[in-house]
């Protein structure tokens, strides 16, 4: 019970303390929000101009998120003035989720450019259509700009996917014309405003999930590095409503449609070996394409996706050693991606890399671009092994394009553990061969050779 009231009261001091930050001095002199609604991803970008009402300098800045939205917040980003990122803390309070920020010193109206990206905010409404209907989604916001200061003026600008719009709220001012939607400008919106904002439109973009994925990375100091990435794909749009119909399908010419027929991955330039197969084996229906900086893999499942469809398949390829892996004396530095681009406007659920390190690694120390879940050590074994590969494991959830960056793994090795391999297939073929002498000089004949001639 104490620990209980220990808790509660820490807790309580944090929201106090939060609160407390918040300087309400400071002005949102100018918001300037777009939100992109053209893919399955929610991608709102900010341009805010602040402002102290007493024109004294400001040091930092709170952003906030409301609480129901911070699970689908997959990626938030903050730059200032010269597009210099900037450092994002967060915070929980009763109001929201905070992301705190501290600006250069110096600037009375310093100007924060501020991105994030949502996943799984755009519901499919129907949920469930037929072969050739068309998809409808609905996106669910707020007019304002949601925040702990006072907004001077702000307007926000909506780009869709298409001009079809079945509905929008109309908050006047409110003007549609084509694929955008602008609302605004608003004068004089206190902290934390909020009106409801709905739009139902047409959006036939792909909506595909990556429910699983695994990625393995298998470094050899002989100069290759294999990567294996083991793909679980849902459509997450709007469910397939009756039976397929195959005749209906290939009759249907619209570049709209609802299901996805392919989608286009990306892989390192220097990727060589790649192969592409699910359970029944090779799949041929792909074709690779090598750009200057990039290999481009077009991927064709062997059927269709509609809504509420799976499909499962490998993808794997080498790359060079001296590419990624940079050696100072027995330090060993690894620096490759988390995961790839497996295709536009991607959402992965949980993404788990793997790194397979050479026998004899020690000292091994992971530096991760973002917050991941590191997951215990375990060992690999393959071929001539004797104790076992070092295993690294991490996880991130809620992954989008805006994640594809490198991890730093640093660790040890000797160079005389590089001969530990030779060795032991000289050394078994040197047993091998001592066996055979030995087997070939042995008599096991019951009568001996001599007394044999004398009986003859």
Known sequence: MSRYLVSLAVFAAVILCAQSAIDVEIENKNVDRTIDLTSQLVKISYKITLEHKTKKPITSYLFMVPTEERERLAFISAKDSSKKDLKLTETTSPKGVTFSMTLPAGSTSPVVYIETVFSKSLAP????????????????????FYSPFKTVTQKTTVHLSSRNVESYTQFKPAVHSDTTITYGPYDNVAAFSTEPMTIHF????????????????????????????????????????????????????????????SYKTLLPAAATGVYYRDTNGNISTSAMRVLKDSVELDLRPRFPLFGGWKTHYTLGYNVPSFEYLFQNGDNYLLKMRVLDHVFDDMVVDEVTTKIILPEGSTNIKLIAPYTVTRHPDSLHYTYLDTFGRPVISFSKKNVVENHITDFNLKYNFSRVMMLQEPLLVVGFLYVLFVLVIIWMRLDFSIIKEKEHLHKD
């Open 202 to 261: 047409e959006n036939y973009t792909p909506f595909l999930t990556v429910t699983k994925l695994e990625r393995v990375i298998e470094v050899s100091h002989w100069g290759n590095i294999a990567v294996e990435e083991t793909i679980d794909i849902v459509h997450s749009g709007a469910a397939l409503k009756g039976s397929f119909s195959r005749y209906d399908y290939q009759k249907d010419s619209r570049s709209n449609q609802a299901c996805v027929k």
């Open 125 to 144: 409404y129907p949920t469930a259509i037929s072969q050739t209907e068309r998809q409808l989604v609905q996106y669910f916001g707020n007019v304002y």
